[in-house]
């Protein structure tokens, strides 16, 4: 049974950073990447970042390339989302979830961590 466990969630002024963990525990051969999501209130779930533990292969949402950067230590099954320069906009829960290939689609996200709080003031 894969576990994800997100931290690192908090209330920053806008410009501000935070850097979000995910431990990972249980992780079968199925595992192949792992995806940061965030869903604000009212919207559905998005994408903003994922990695292949190989860390081979990284892909960002638009809106938040050259400020978000995602990585990962396969040996220690953590990974890591640092946010700089945040802006309101960025207010959302953020998860963490695994997958058994590259996909940017949550729909084929199979284990998702309970979620962390990200709030940006102005």
């Known amino acids: 049974q894969v576990q994800l466990v997100e931290s690192g969630g908090g209330l920053v002024q806008a410009g501000g950073s935070l850097r979000l963990s995910c431990a990972a525990s249980?992780?079968?051969?199925?595992?192949?990447?792992m995806g940061w999501f965030r869903q604000a209130p009212g919207k559905e779930r998005a994408f903003v970042a994922r990695i292949t533990w190989s860390g081979g292969i990284i892909q960002y949402a638009d809106s938040v390339k050259g400020r978000f950067t995602i990585s990962g230590d396969n040996a220690k099954n953590t990974m890591w989302l640092q946010m700089n320069n945040l802006k309101p906009e960025d207010t959302a829960v953020y998860y963490c979830?695994?997958?058994?290939?590259?996909?940017?689609?949550?729909?084929?996200?199979?284990?998702w961590g309970q979620g962390t709080q990200v709030t940006v003031s102005s």
């Open positions: 249980g992780r079968t051969f199925r595992s192949y990447a």
């Open positions: 979830a695994e997958a058994a290939s590259a996909t940017i689609r949550p729909e084929e996200y199979e284990h």
